[in-house]
């Protein structure tokens, strides 16, 4: 370890067992030095799972939010300043959920009362998350806020549903309020784009095992593991990356720059 985050304080969103990319960085964050807070949905703290991550991070506080909720967020903001003794110098976003999806709706015949709600929790929510941290000036100078994302925002992937639109808005928001937020205070505000990764939302996607094998394929580096994520988030909350913001970044082993590969080549000569 390099103590890339020590003295740092961030809040986590969204780790929901041991497969969550939220959860594998959240260790990532502890053991390079930072101080955290973990937070998720009070439906997604009822089976207790996040104690354990909690104790194997210094008993780190966990507040519950659901993130569309303003008051929810507030508390978990003054909670947070109070507990951490300070400002927020970084935050995780990893939260995603599709309504269509779930109620096993296709995307041409998607219902717009559940579209409303996978835009907020899945997009939105970021923007609520800093403009909360805004008006409350809770983030300090400098601070680093990632949001985790997926290349069906750029190309078409059919069974990713409503989520490539909730990405794409997801995207846009990190772009116009990281404009705003690197004016005001130097915050930077980026999103990875991560490849296809085993876990309960990634395995809501129709399809999976197919998804990530031709992913797996197309990478000449293979695809990129939740713990290969949970660095790259460290490296972009530390200062090493102070100059980088509004950015969509890959983090998918080459994936979204290859057209085919040699393995796929043969595979479709066979
Ligand atoms: N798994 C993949 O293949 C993959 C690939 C690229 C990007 N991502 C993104 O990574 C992020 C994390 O997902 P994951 O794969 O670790 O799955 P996960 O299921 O472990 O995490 C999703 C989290 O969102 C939380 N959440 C849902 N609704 C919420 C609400 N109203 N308020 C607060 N939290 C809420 C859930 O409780 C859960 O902890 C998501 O944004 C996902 O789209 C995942």
């Known amino acids: 370890m390099y103590n890339l985050l020590k003295g740092k304080k961030g809040i986590i969103f969204g780790a929901l067992n041991e497969q969550s990319i939220a959860w594998k960085t959240a260790k990532a964050c502890f053991n390079e030095g930072a101080e955290l807070v973990l937070t998720n949905a009070p439906i997604a703290l009822r089976m207790g799972e996040i104690n354990q991550l909690s104790k194997e991070c210094n008993n780190a506080p966990v507040i519950p939010a659901d993130v569309v909720n303003m008051e929810d967020l507030k508390k978990l903001f003054e909670e947070s300043v109070k507990h951490l003794g300070g400002g927020i110098d970084f935050i995780l976003h990893s939260i995603g959920m599709s309504v269509n999806m779930r109620k096993g709706k296709h995307y041409t015949a998607m ?89 309960t939302a990634g395995s809501g996607v129709k399809g999976f095992d197919g998804f990530i094998n031709y992913a797996e394929k197309m990478s000449p580096l293979g695809n990129a593991s939740a713990e290969d994520c949970a660095n790259y988030c460290v490296l972009m909350f530390s200062d090493y990356a102070k100059m980088v913001t509004m950015q969509n970044l890959f983090h998918d082993g080459g994936f979204s720059f290859t057209g085919v590969t040699q393995e796929v080549i043969e595979q479709m000569e066979k």
């Open 111 to 199: 219902d717009y009362g559940f579209n409303q709600k996978t835009l907020d929790i899945s997009a939105m929510s970021l923007h609520r998350v800093l403009r909360t941290a805004w008006d409350m000036d809770a983030l300090n100078e400098g601070a680093s806020v990632v949001a985790l994302t997926y290349i069906a925002a750029q190309r078409v992937f059919p069974d990713y549903n409503e989520m490539a639109d909730a990405k794409a808005l997801l995207e846009n928001v990190t772009r116009n309020f990281g404009y705003h937020y690197a004016i005001k205070k130097k915050v930077r505000i980026n999103t990875i784009s991560q490849s296809p990764t085993r876990t």
